[in-house]
């Protein structure tokens, strides 16, 4: 679950847009914070946890991941590309800036032991689940009855 900043004004704001949208026809550009959120999978791989970011067009060394009171964050920036004084953009999407996601972790995960990898535009996160929470087998003992 992501958090998500406490915005008293945001169904206003959501409302406004939908009346721009109603009145203009088309869809408005929009560079509020919750749209720039880092997309995520979270997956269940074994005891591992493993959280895919898509975070295309951003170079791992612009990336930060850490982990404090139980919260993966993840941070990115993407550089503006140098722009063009030929002409005006009528639409421009791909954002430029800095954007982040957090991720509440479960008491479970061994941080000390977190990798991560980076590859074709995909953070992936590993988390290993903590070797004292683990499920353990217990064997059952068989007696014999002595009736």
Known sequence: MALVRFDPYREMRHMERLMDRLWSGAAPVTSEPESWAIPVDVVRSGDDIEVHAAIPGVKPSDI????????????????AES????????LRERRTGTFYRALRLP????????GSSYANGVLTITLPKAEEKKARRISVEVKEDAA
């Open 64 to 79: 930060a991941v850490s982990i404090e009171d139980g919260t993966l964050t993840i941070r990115a920036e993407s550089a």
């Open 107 to 114: 008491d479970s995960v061994d941080t000390a032991r977190t």
């Open 83 to 90: 722009e063009r004084a030929e002409g005006d953009y009528l």
